[in-house]
Nanobody
Framework: QVQLVESGGGLVQAGGSLRLSCAAS????????MGWFRQAPGKEREFVAA????????YDADSVKGRFTISRDNAKSTVYLQMDSLKPEDTAVYYC?????????????????WGQGTQVTVSS
């Protein structure tokens, strides 16, 4: 089992910034990817960003490109999501996810472990 613990959510005004963190612990795999998804009220969960752990390549959804940055700290087994220029439509519960295997995916059903979620609220 892999445990994921997220932190860093909160309330921020439009145009502000937040940084989410997700620390992984427990069982380790030689190849994996980690990603962030979000779910707004009444909407389906959507892909935000992902990073392949082996090579550090990152991938962003078009809706956040240029505003959000995903990064990782190998030593801490932690993935971050730096969110800048936040908009009210970014309001959602943000989930960290862990996928066994090197290839990342924008599909939430391909991820094996999930964090509990952290609320991000952007006021206008």
């Amino acid at each position: 089992q892999v445990q994921l613990v997220e932190s860093g959510g909160g309330l921020v005004q439009a145009g502000g910034s937040l940084r989410l963190s997700c620390a992984a612990s427990g069982r380790t795999f030689s190849s994996y990817a980690m990603g962030w998804f979000r779910q707004a009220p009444g909407k389906e969960r959507e892909f935000v960003a992902a990073v392949s752990w082996s090579d550090g390549n990152t991938y962003d959804a078009d809706s956040v490109k240029g505003r959000f940055t995903i990064s990782r700290d190998n030593a801490k087994s932690t993935v971050y999501l730096q969110m800048d220029s936040l908009k009210p439509e970014d309001t959602a519960v943000y989930y960290c996810a862990y996928k066994i295997g090197r290839r990342w995916s924008p599909h939430d059903n391909e991820y094996d472990y999930w964090g509990q979620g952290t609320q991000v609220t952007v006021s206008s």
